[in-house]
């Protein structure tokens, strides 16, 4: 158990939809990140938060959104789902000073009807 | 900017076989490097580290060197077991706390 919490599991929903994804980083943990892992992408960095605010973006659509809440737990809002949004979606924390690790959530499998 | 590029899957071993994972990177100044692996239906989790030229990391029977002069990490066992299956990847880290993942690479071991 990495202390990554992230719900829901597994979510199945239709195109055209939002829906939310939600992370709760281990306990102390002040940096919150976001990948998605799919067959034929490998895993891509989405976006980093550090204490409530945006650090890092990567390969982000502009359908997607996320925010770390003041008790650091972060949501990944995904809207106008496509077919192609349908993948793993993890979360990751890490402490405050750089220790080189990143402690992975068990992800979000969304899938896309 | 930045990368990681490890070797393409997927590898199929026989257990008690000699396995290694190429891994190369490019980065700007002294890097951290890492070895994760993610077994099925989990995340990832980490497997080893090193933090500067010629650190060994290892964990569980692998192994892998920071190699400055050749920008590799490459990750090695000496004798696989059926548990080892698994995708790993290749990782690393630089300033300001930023991740660049490998695609991966399936190993599959048979008994």
Known sequence: DSGVTQTPKHLITATGQRVTLRCSPRSGDLSVYWYQQSLDQGLQFLIQYYNGEERAKGNI????????????????????????????????????????????????????? | GDSVTQMEGPVTLSEEAFLTINCTYTATGYPSLF??????????????????????????GFEATYRKETTSFHLEKGSVQVSDSAVYFCAL?????????????????IP
Request: charge should be negative; include cysteine; charged fraction near 20%.
């Open chain 2, 93 to 109: 880290s630089n300033t300001g706390n930023q991740f660049y993942f490998g695609t991966g690479t399936s190993l599959t071991v």
């Open chain 2, 35 to 60: 070895w994760y692996v993610q077994y099925p239906g989990e995340g990832l989790q980490l497997l080893l580290k090193a933090t500067k030229a010629d650190d060994k990391g290892s964990n569980k």
């Open chain 1, 61 to 113: 659509l502009e359908r997607f959104s996320a925010q770390q809440f003041p008790d650091l737990h972060s949501e990944l809002n995904l809207s106008s789902l496509e077919l192609g949004d349908s993948a793993l979606y993890f979360c990751a924390s890490s402490v405050e000073v750089f220790t080189g690790e990143l402690f992975f959530g068990e992800g979000s499998r969304l899938t896309v009807l």
